[in-house]
């Protein structure tokens, strides 16, 4: 189980979100703690996504 998974299960235990928001909510908190920064702008890169730098 990825550190992802394991995440979105602890999380899907407090928050009653739906899965495509709560999936989105443990990235972002995944990311920022891997690339240890508050800089969204920083974090977005790391994020395994296919958009455009201009939508962030």
């Known amino acids: ?4 998974n394991e995440l979105y299960l602890i999380l899907n235990k407090y928050l009653k979100w739906n899965k495509s928001h709560l999936k989105c909510f443990a ?3 995944l990311v920022i703690i891997l690339k240890q920064t508050c800089n ?3 974090a977005s890169k790391a994020l395994p996504i296919k958009c ?3 939508s962030f």
């Open 1 to 4: 189980m990825t550190h992802l």
């Open 27 to 29: 990235l972002i908190m």
């Open 40 to 42: 969204l702008s920083s």
């Open 52 to 54: 455009l730098p201009q």
